[in-house]
């Protein structure tokens, strides 16, 4: 089946306000029309209000890049999923590399986010992925398989259904390695199979699939060519207009 491509941008812990507003008032009305891809830019909390606002009326969708298992509660300094929604959010991202080996998220920590996310009406973003060390040992398919099993444990089949999930190898985030197209298409196929086995093949046939790492203007044609890559998670390329919006060009239906 066609699946709508799906490039989101992951600005990390970078960019001012003003920055932010900057380029949502740059692109808002040169993104592509969402029946040939769909955008979003997932960005700080401190960012989403003015993002929310300046693109309300343009094809981008705005994301969180992290959110608490619960509404609300004595959880100092955490982003409630419900203030997201009622912003205005769409997606948000969980489970990314950095917040597991920084923050010490586990597994059933993501899974119990990932739960308020669809509970509170935002569509995850679920991260998984692999060190260089497991991947030259051969363990990469059963690290994200046994990742993802705790992750997407317990959803009901209308949630799974509308899940992301983003494959990212760790040791090509941020360094300028990219994992070749072969590796991105077997990973991707890996984390649907996960799915299938969860779920079951229709619903994992719903799922989009993205690939993150080094992904670049250059390369997302190459990527999103592989049947099972639905899209990319885009850190540092998506934070200029001009890149983000290659990347997007990149990524339309053909």
Known sequence: MTRLPFIAGNWKMNLT?????????AVAGKVPAATSVESAICAPATHLEALVELTKNSELNIGAENCHFEQSGAYTGEVSPYVLNDL???????????????????????????????????????????????????????VITGQLQKDLADLTKEQAEKLVVAYEPIWAIGTGKSATKEDAQKMCKAVRDVVAGLYGKEVADKVRVQYGGSVKPENVKEYLACPDVDGALVGGASLKVDSFLALLEGGKLA
């Open 17 to 25: 306000v003003k920055q932010a507003r900057d380029f949502a008032q």
């Open 88 to 142: 205005g959010v769409k997606y948000v991202i969980l489970g990314h590399s950095e917040r597991r080996e920084y923050f010490g998220e586990t597994d059933e920590l993501i899974n119990k986010k990932t739960k308020a996310a669809f509970a509170n009406g935002l569509i995850p973003i679920v991260c998984c992925g692999e060190t260089l060390e497991q991947y030259e040992t051969g363990k990469a398919v059963d």
